[in-house]
């Protein structure tokens, strides 16, 4: 168990500044995912924290100790990688053992360790299998399996799921969460899916563009994000935005409002709008809106599709505004 | 397997199938037969049918013996060193370090210089003396004028060294392209695990790129002794036959005795043992391709 520590930390590739200071605090223990789009920096901030990758300057420690210049084996880290990166000739027992069996730990220690990740992880039945007979789901079972025997401080997660299913995904997401209940051991988990961002983590970080936006509890990043990208990136659908004469009177430059956070009526009051198209999810509708301030989606019961066609009003509920100016939060008034 | 979707593709494989009947079954066949025969180029009479008269005679003939270990030293030294070498150098070829795509140019060199010019430029490099391996000597204080090709180990050694030379590279380009299919990711997951580079290598390379360190040593296994030019620019066979593989053999049966029964004789028997050698190889080889190709 382990807390990592990043100060002033800055990766260039070349010319190009991937990463251009970073400060940054993981607590021992937390779940903690690092979400942003393609590109954002999220994969070189995990690998640096591995050692696989060097930073051009700056300092990183994990559980107190300075690991600059260690090698990644050296760091107390295990790593999952998306592609499982599984070694396959070799079979799953060699595959969760090649850690130990490298450090020549004593084989009576070997079998135990294996047999523990293996029944955690309900592996038992597949030991002797190669990763081609396996399913993807397994074969990322037994990438976790390969960390959980090195007992790491810091665990850390590529991207784990993104080749995977939409149902095996969920269910691997649980999984890893279960594993974190059962570990209590820091993980560090990149993503670029806020959904999985959202539903995994009691911390977020988000970065872009090599900069971090905002951390905090999923909760704080939805309710009160700090700046318009995070604003735009976490929740889904994505919040609406309305730019123009509405926030420039409030103060700021951008307005933002969530679909749920929106009513769709016959009412006299709000903005006239017409729906466009209606999106039915069964436990939700997302209304498709044509409005006056400009295109907006509305979260919606399922009899809003009665009012296809007719003309609308569409209101924010007070207390719910979001307001920015240059790109950082700003008090926004209750009402319009 | 009657298949109707495959009806008329004879007509697409017959000239390819008649095209190598006609350059090696049929050869192959007619060296059989010649080595039936005792046919004297230099007198009027005809070929006299021997039978296997002249197989009896291989066994007994001191330089045939003498030259079928030379080849077994002349095929397996050199591919085991080539193997070795060139996987090392694909290995240190990976590496992404400065100057790496000049090097890998300057690789290639001895795999497109002619055989015989690549004897040449050993044989230059070794003049006793005057060479250039007598110079690299002398920058380290060490005289020596030796004339390597004078004495039969070290001219072995030589026509081995050449040969490795020519052969090593083209066994190193194999070699890193099988190395370049192998996921990045399963190193650095061997660098988390502990593994140092040469364990990643030895524990990852290698087995994922056995199936082509076999092909590729059987290839060079059947290859081995189109090393002629070089022997034959280099010691003519000699110092006292210690050069001498058994298709250099078959050569001056043919070529400076006129025995062409003899050549064949030897060149048909060295057939047979090859094939008698890698065909277990070879068949894993082509069923490992086909099952490639169809899955």
């Keep these: 168990m382990a807390d990592v520590e990043i100060k002033k930390l800055t990766k260039s590739f070349g010319t190009v500044e991937v990463i251009p200071e970073m400060d940054l605090v993981i607590p021992d223990g937390s779940f903690t995912v690092l979400v942003g789009p393609s590109g954002c920096g999220k994969s070189t901030l995990l690998r640096m924290i591995a050692g696989l990758e060097l930073q051009t300057s700056g300092d990183l420690s994990i559980g107190g100790v300075d690991v600059r210049g260690r090698d990644p084996s050296d760091r107390g880290i295990a790593m999952v990688f998306q592609s499982y990166a599984l070694y396959p000739h070799m079979t799953v027992r060699e595959n969760i053992s090649f850690a130990l069996r490298l450090a020549k730990a004593d084989p009576a220690e070997i079998e135990a360790r294996v047999q523990n990740a293996a029944d955690i992880l309900q592996l038992t039945p597949l030991l002797d299998r190669r990763p081609k007979q396996l399913s993807g789901g397994q074969r990322q079972r037994v990438a976790i399996g390969r960390a959980i025997v090195r007992n790491p401080e810091v665990f850390l997660f590529d991207e784990p799921l993104s080749n995977l299913d939409a149902a095996l995904r969920v269910q691997m997401r649980v999984e890893i969460m279960e594993l974190h209940e059962r570990l209590k051991t820091t993980m560090v988990y990149v993503t670029h899916d806020q959904v999985e961002a959202m539903t995994m983590a009691d911390r977020i970080v988000v970065l872009n563009e090599g900069r971090i936006e905002q951390v905090g509890s999923p909760l704080e990043l939805y309710d009160t994000p700090q700046t318009a990208f995070v604003a735009g990136f976490i929740g889904s659908p994505k919040m609406n935005f309305v730019r123009g004469d509405i926030p420039e009177r409030l103060g700021g430059d951008l307005l933002g409002v969530r679909p749920e956070h929106m009513t769709l009526g016959e009412g006299d009051t709000g903005w006239t709008a017409r729906i466009h198209l209606l999106e039915q999810l069964g436990s939700d509708t997302f209304a498709h809106v044509d409005s006056e301030v400009g295109p907006l989606i509305v979260r919606c019961h399922r009899e809003v599709a009665e009012l296809v066609g007719r003309d609308l009003r569409v209101a924010a509920k007070p207390g719910m505004l979001h307001l920015f100016k240059d790109g950082r939060r700003t008090d926004a008034p209750e009402t319009l | ?295």
């Design chain 2, 1 to 295: 397997m009657k298949n109707p979707a495959n009806k008329g593709l004879m007509t697409l494989i017959l000239p390819t199938f008649l095209t190598l009947v006609a350059i090696t079954v049929l050869p192959i066949l007619i060296t059989f037969g010649i080595s039936l025969f005792y046919i004297k180029l230099t007198s009027a009479a005809g070929p006299v049918f021997i039978g296997l008269e002249n197989y009896f005679e291989l066994f007994t003939d001191d330089r045939f013996l003498n030259s079928l270990v030379v080849t077994v030293e002349l095929i397996f030294i050199p591919v085991a060193l080539q193997i070795v070498i060139g996987l090392l150098l694909a290995m240190i070829l990976k590496e992404k370090l400065p100057g790496m795509g000049w090097m890998r140019i300057a690789f290639l060199l001895p795999a497109v210089i002619p055989p015989a010019v690549s004897g040449l430029v050993w044989k230059l490099f070794i003049v006793p003396g005057a060479g250039g391996l007598t110079y690299g000597a002398s920058l380290f204080g060490m005289d020596l004028s030796l004339d390597l090709l004078s004495m039969p180990s070290s001219a072995l050694a030589v026509v081995v060294a050449t040969s490795v030379w020519v052969g090593t590279p083209f066994v190193a380009l194999l070699m890193l392209s099988a190395l370049e299919s192998i996921g990045e990711e399963q190193y650095e997951a061997a660098r988390i695990d502990g593994a140092n580079w040469f364990q990643r290598h030895w524990y990852i390379s290698v087995p994922e790129m056995l199936p082509v360190i076999v092909t590729v040593t059987v290839f060079r296994i059947l290859e081995a002794l189109a090393i002629f030019p070089i022997i034959f620019v280099l010691t003519g066979g000699g110092p006292a036959g210690s050069t001498e593989p058994i298709n250099y053999y078959a050569y001056v049966n043919g070529f400076e005795y006129l025995r062409v029964d003899y050549a064949a004789t030897i060149i048909f028997f060295f057939f047979v043992a090859m094939m008698g050698a890698t065909a277990p190889f070879l068949i894993n080889i082509a069923r490992r391709e086909g099952r490639e190709a169809r899955s």
